[in-house]
């Protein structure tokens, strides 16, 4: 399967792995709504709504850029009816925007919580709401949520609680979308992956330029999530993927392609356990910082 004439709405999507996947999808011909508040350059992120547009019709597709904080309930709604009259509908969601402050419960400033839990939380129930009335019209809808496994061990949860739970507050959503629409014929998922991918969120938040060496490229979720996309919605709902468990079914088998630098022991991402030969997730714990 294609995504080509297919309309994805992606929430953040001006960089990282949001842009990863837009391009991918852009490649078969796809319309690709890119949601996000970065408008105007930052000199410590890379890329704008508009830049991310550019790239996405030099790959192939059609772009929208739409200024948007999916925290806004009518802006959200605004941008949805943007997006289907100019496309015609919606295919695709694809919660990617995420806030992330990896400090402790007297480290993490109640206004710092607020905008990780409006924006991962609130924002991915936001933009579904808005945007399932449309999907639930598509011959294929699926909505694709950039967040973790669901699991237990306080070990995921004791560093960073606030960033942790807001992330599976997302998870949260994709199980309970799963089951509220399995008989509508939505397909709900989450991804994440296998290891820490090369993003400002790791250069700024996480390990610094020196981690970057160790992670993996935003394509190799890219290409897990065009696999998930392109599946039939009916048969493929209310799972928490990892990025290279999904390559792996779909027959890749050279994941040396995806390393920023060849040979590189690789960094775990955060909820998931290291692989032999992997460095652990809690290498990429620094030390609290003040907002």
């Known amino acids: 399967m294609s995504l080509a004439g297919k309309t994805l709405f992606m929430s953040g999507g001006s960089r990282g792995i949001g842009l990863a996947i837009a391009l991918r999808a852009a490649r078969d011909g796809a319309n690709v709504v890119i949601a996000a508040k970065t408008a105007d350059p930052d000199p410590r992120l890379e890329g704008t709504i508009y830049t991310a547009a550019t ?10 850029p739409l200024v948007v904080d999916i925290r806004d309930e ?45 924006v991962n939380g609130r924002g991915t129930f936001v933009c579904a709401q808005a945007c399932l009335p449309h999907l639930l019209n598509s011959s294929n809808p699926h909505i694709l949520t950039l967040s973790p496994p669901l699991v237990s061990d306080a070990k995921w949860f004791k560093d960073f609680p606030a960033y942790t739970i807001a992330k599976y507050t997302m998870s949260l959503f994709t199980l309970a979308l799963a089951g509220e629409f399995k008989d509508r014929g939505v397909a709900v998922n989450s991804l994440w992956p296998r290891t820490a991918i090369a993003t400002a969120a790791v250069r700024n938040e996480i390990g610094g330029a020196n981690m970057v060496a160790a992670c993996r490229k935003p394509e190799i979720v890219a290409d897990a999530a065009h696999f998930i996309l392109t599946r039939l919605a009916k048969e493929c709902s209310g799972n928490f993927f990892l990025d290279d468990e999904v390559l792996l079914a779909a027959g890749v088998r050279d994941f040396a392609q995806y390393d920023v630098q060849a040979g590189a022991a690789l960094q775990a991402d955060f909820f998931v356990e290291a692989l032999p030969g992997m460095l652990p997730a809690d290498n990429m714990i620094k030390p609290t910082r003040p907002s």
């Not at 790239?55 to 929208?64: F, N, Q, T, V």
């Not at 509908?89 to 919660?95: A, F, H, K, Q, S």
């Not at 925007?97 to 409006?118: C, E, F, N, Q």
Request: glycine share 12%.
């Open 55 to 64: 790239a996405i019709e030099a790959a192939g597709g059609k772009a929208l």
């Open 74 to 118: 009518e802006r959200v709604k605004a941008a949805v009816a943007e997006t289907v009259g100019l496309f015609g509908g919606i295919d695709i969601l694809v919660n990617n925007a995420s806030a992330i402050r990896l400090t402790g419960t007297l480290d993490t400033p109640v206004k710092r919580y607020d905008l990780m839990h409006g």
